[in-house]
């Protein structure tokens, strides 16, 4: 905990590493943001694609349904 980046907000960061055809799912509590996108590959969030470097800020969501079109490395922060 010590060596940890501590964040001054209501937040959450996440990552998370996917290979090419896997797939995983994120809740979304009511109210909350989401800003995620891969550092490395191609995913894809409820239907829209993302390439590395890309990003993605959502809202009004409950499920993120996010599958890797090719091998990635994926950073997910959940605000409020």
Same mark, same amino acid.
């Given at each position: 905990?010590?060596e940890a980046l =501590?964040?001054?907000?209501d ?5 998370a ?7 995983t ?5 009511s109210? /909350?943001?989401?800003?995620?996108g891969?550092? =490395?590959?191609r995913?894809? +969030?409820?239907g +829209?694609?993302a390439?590395?470097?890309d ?6 969501e /409950?499920?993120?349904r996010v ?7 994926i950073v ?5």
């Amino acid at each position: 905990e010590d060596e940890a980046l =501590r964040i001054h907000a209501d937040a959450r960061v996440a990552a998370a590493t996917l290979n090419r055809g896997q797939a995983t799912e994120y809740f979304m509590a009511s109210g /909350r943001r989401v800003y995620m996108g891969p550092a =490395r590959g191609r995913i894809e +969030v409820n239907g +829209v694609t993302a390439n590395a470097g890309d990003g993605l800020a959502i809202r009004d969501e /409950r499920l993120l349904r996010v599958s890797a079109g090719e091998d990635s490395e994926i950073v997910l922060v959940d605000v409020a």
